[in-house]
Structure formats: C-alpha cells, structure tokens
Nanobody
Framework: VQLQASGGGLVQAGGSLRLSCAASGRTFSNYDMGWFRQAPGKEREFVAIINWKGGVTGYADSVKGRFTISRDNAKNTVYLQMNSLKPEDTAVYYC?????????????????WGQGTQVTVSS
C-alpha cells in the first residue's frame, strides 16, 4: 500500500493542525494505521494507532488528551487531529500501515510507511 501524508506546517504553541494520510494500492480497511514522529537527533517514536475498523485507538502518554486519531475507510484516509500543540511536538510525522491485528506501538510492526510531513510548533 502507498501512503501519502499531508497537513503539516508551522503553528504557534497552543494551536492545532490536522494531518491526513491517504492510502492507495491495497484494501485500506485490511490495515491498522499508526502515526509516528521523529524529531532531529531523536529516535522515531509512536504517537497513535487506530485499528482496521476504527473502533480501537491508542496513544502515547505525551499526546493523550490532545491528539485524536480517526479514519475514513470509504476515503482510504487516516487523520491525526492535533490540539494544544507544544514546541516539543515539533517533528516529522509519519503514517504507517500494519496488517490488521498486528499494529502496535513499535515501528517494526508496520509494513508500509508514508514519506512524512513536517510539523513545527513555535513558542
């Protein structure tokens, strides 16, 4: 499956952004979808996951209560709504797909990755 992330940009602290990840090539609803991020000089880290049906979600503690992951299987798209953004949220954000039931908080669990979209939060 091919993944195309978009929606990143520059925002002030306390602001919001919504990231989108459009999928093509395979049946989108067969995949759990995750968002990861990587800041300069740091390891890629888990942000959020949503299962293939959309009924189960999970979040990193650092974003819980501020970020919301959702998906629209009819549009082959997964979203990440980011509110109350902080400077420490600055990173390149990646969407990723894992076979349904195999997605989790580890990057190795994912089979396909998007190209990333830059999010910069100014203080």
């Amino acid at each position: 499956v091919q993944l195309q992330a978009s929606g990143g940009g520059l925002v002030q602290a306390g602001g919001s952004l919504r990231l989108s990840c459009a999928a093509s090539g395979r049946t989108f609803s067969n995949y759990d979808m995750g968002w990861f991020r990587q800041a300069p000089g740091k390891e890629r880290e888990f942000v959020a996951i949503i299962n293939w049906k959309g009924g189960v979600t999970g979040y990193a503690d650092s974003v819980k209560g501020r970020f919301t992951i959702s998906r629209d299987n009819a549009k082959n798209t997964v979203y990440l709504q980011m509110n109350s953004l902080k400077p420490e949220d600055t990173a390149v954000y990646y969407c990723a797909a894992a076979r349904s039931g195999y997605g989790g908080s580890y990057a190795l669990e994912y089979d396909y990755w998007g190209q990333g979209t830059q999010v910069t939060v100014s203080s």
